[in-house]
């Protein structure tokens, strides 16, 4: 019953530095998104996927790249990480019509870049 | 392009008190979705409430409602009995219907539960 599992929970980034948050999904949902957090303010949407092979920007895409060559896995690169990465970033996943809709997410990971 | 607004960063309410959140929301569509999540600190986000915009009846979850006013674009959840437990931000969220399936979120508001 693991749902939507993001890895690592915590990491520390050297400005200039690359890394690759990990999301996987293992409830079959076609729909899946990666979202930001900045202290005390909503979601913002990096990227977001409508299935394997599809993937779409959201409302803060610069500085990040995704893929999605798989149902169950929607990985979310940072490239030459900036403090203003600094975030709490959520992978979410959802179903098609008709089924209720709502993004399941992941505990979050929690991202420093100094 | 679809908008969510929450207008009230932070709320009280006195324990067993009724507290109302207010979320609006700006769209040019017929068919959507609206959600509130529940975020306590932990940081888990935890949905409390949907509704479809195609049912005129208000969505209940135990002592979480909805008022949906779709003409006005207005959605606000209704707490009763407060809790301590219910001390979280509240996140308003809307999905489209249509092809594009983003969830775009509101800024949140902080409930705090006054024992």
């Known amino acids: 019953n693991a749902g939507v599992t993001q890895t690592p929970k915590f990491r520390i980034l050297k400005i200039g530095q690359s890394m690759t948050l990990q999301c996987t999904q293992d409830m079959n949902h076609n729909y899946m998104y990666w979202y930001r957090q900045d202290p005390g303010m909503g979601l913002k949407l990096i990227y977001y996927?409508?299935?394997?092979?599809?993937?779409d920007k959201g409302e803060v895409p610069n500085g990040y790249n995704v893929s999605r060559s798989t149902t169950e896995d929607f990985p979310l690169r940072l490239e030459l990480a900036a403090p203003s990465q600094t975030s709490v970033y959520f992978c979410?996943?959802?179903?098609?019509?008709?089924?209720?809709?709502?993004?399941?997410f992941g505990q979050g990971t929690r991202l420093t870049v100094v | 392009a679809q908008t969510v607004t929450q207008s009230q960063p932070e709320m009280s309410v006195q324990e067993a008190e009724t507290v109302t959140l207010s979320c609006t929301y700006d769209?040019?569509?017929?068919?959507?979705?609206l959600f509130w999540y529940k975020q306590p600190p932990s940081r888990q986000m935890i949905l409390v409430i949907r509704?479809?915009?195609?049912?005129?009846q208000n969505a209940t979850e135990n002592r979480f409602s909805v008022n949906f006013q779709k003409a006005a674009k207005s959605f606000s959840l209704k707490i009763s009995d407060s809790q301590l437990g219910d001390a979280a931000m509240y996140f308003c969220a809307y999905r489209s219907a249509g092809r594009d399936d983003k969830i775009i979120f509101g800024k949140g508001t902080r409930l705090h539960i006054l024992p």
């Open positions: 509704q479809e915009a195609y049912k005129q």
């Open positions: 769209t040019s569509e017929s068919d959507y979705y």
């Open positions: 996927s409508v299935g394997a092979g599809i993937t």
């Open positions: 979410a996943s959802s179903s098609g019509q008709p089924s209720p809709l709502e993004a399941f």
